[in-house]
């Protein structure tokens, strides 16, 4: 009879107990299957690529394990403290009172003060040594602007101009090409942030660059006459063509892009099809108007397109 009653108590209890170890093993699935789900276009701070990055991802690390291990012990105090000493039908009104225990109360005010303190300093060296990094010498100068809502890439040095995605050198330590990116804002607030290259900071990255070779036809020819003769130029820049755009990206490199508009779908002639037709059903909210040409015309504009390496 007795032991019965001890099993409804303890189920009482332990109900509650399995109930959040269950959502912390959820929210720590949904974590991992974050980080797995690793395409292009998911951006971590726990792979990081270059200098800055690999110091964000120590000092990430170092406050993981000291926040990790206080949640640990402070959650098994709580659920030792709530378990033992929970409410049972024999007890008294109110347990005894302990007040002004100097050696407890210095202690939690103590170590908390020493952990942030340590917290701090790391932080501080790691913000330190990122932002007063002066431009290396040879470094490849990048400078990224902000636009609603893209970006627009320029290597003043190399003369080239792109738009949504960053290429530059991998560096190695026997031979180093480092990156210097500047950035502007044309329009709009951006913050740019390449996890893996750095924090949101102008700084020193390191990534793999790539390039197609070019082709040219029929079709081609007519597309680029469609696009030359159409609102496109207005918007956009093709260099060595009339079209000098500046409102929209730079299309000069437009193929070696993975995606267009910043991201938003895959840079297949599909999606560029849709895209020229009505950008709102790709992005909503874009300033680039819905063009509505007709199937021929879209075609051979596509055809034209694809050969902008
Ligand atoms: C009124 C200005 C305007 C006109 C006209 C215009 N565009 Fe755009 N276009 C934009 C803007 C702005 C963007 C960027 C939108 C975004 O990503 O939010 C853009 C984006 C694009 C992109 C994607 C580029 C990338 O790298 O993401 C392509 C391709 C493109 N336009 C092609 C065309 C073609 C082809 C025409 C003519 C048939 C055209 N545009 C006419 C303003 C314009």
């Not at 007519?222 to 918007?235: D, K």
């Not at 000098?244 to 297949?268: K, V």
């Not at 099809?273 to 874009?286: F, L, N, R, V």
Request: aromatic share 8%.
């Amino acid at each position: 009879m007795k032991a019965a009653r001890h099993e409804k108590e303890w189920g009482r209890v332990v109900g509650p107990v399995a109930g959040i170890l269950i959502l912390l093993a959820a929210v720590l699935l949904a974590a991992s299957l974050c980080s797995a789900a690793s395409g292009p276009a998911v951006p971590s701070i726990f792979k990081p690529e270059s200098t800055p990055a690999d110091s964000i991802y120590g000092l990430s690390l170092l406050v993981l394990a000291v926040t990790g291990i206080i949640f640990v012990i402070v959650f098994s105090l709580l659920a030792y403290v709530v378990t033992k000493f929970r409410k049972r039908a024999s007890d008294g009104p109110e347990p005894p009172q302990v007040y002004g225990s100097n050696q407890i109360e210095i202690a939690w005010t103590v170590i908390p003060v020493l952990i942030v303190l340590v917290l701090f300093m790391a932080t501080a060296r790691v913000i330190h040594a990122i932002q007063d990094a002066r431009k290396p010498d040879g470094a490849i100068e990048v400078t990224a602007i902000g636009h609603q809502f893209w970006w627009e890439f320029r290597y003043p040095t190399l003369g080239i101009v792109t738009a949504n995605e960053l290429h530059v050198p991998v560096s190695d330590p026997s031979h180093p090409t480092p990156t210097f990116l500047k950035l502007h804002s044309a329009d709009t607030d951006h913050s740019f942030w390449v996890p893996r290259l750095a924090g949101k900071t102008d700084l020193i990255p390191n990534r793999v660059n790539k390039k197609k070779p070019a082709q040219s036809s029929d079709a081609v020819n007519e597309g680029r006459r469609i696009f030359e003769t159409t609102a496109c130029i207005n918007c956009h820049t093709v260099s060595g063509t009339v079209a000098d755009g500046r409102f929209g990206p730079d299309l000069t490199h437009l193929m070696s892009r993975d995606t267009i508009a910043s991201g938003a779908a895959p840079n297949t002639p599909e999606n560029l099809q849709t895209w020229i037709q009505e950008p709102d059903a790709i992005k909503p909210g874009s300033l680039m108007p819905a063009m509505k040409l007709n199937d021929h015309d879209l075609n051979a504009l596509t055809a034209y397109l694809e050969t902008l390496r």
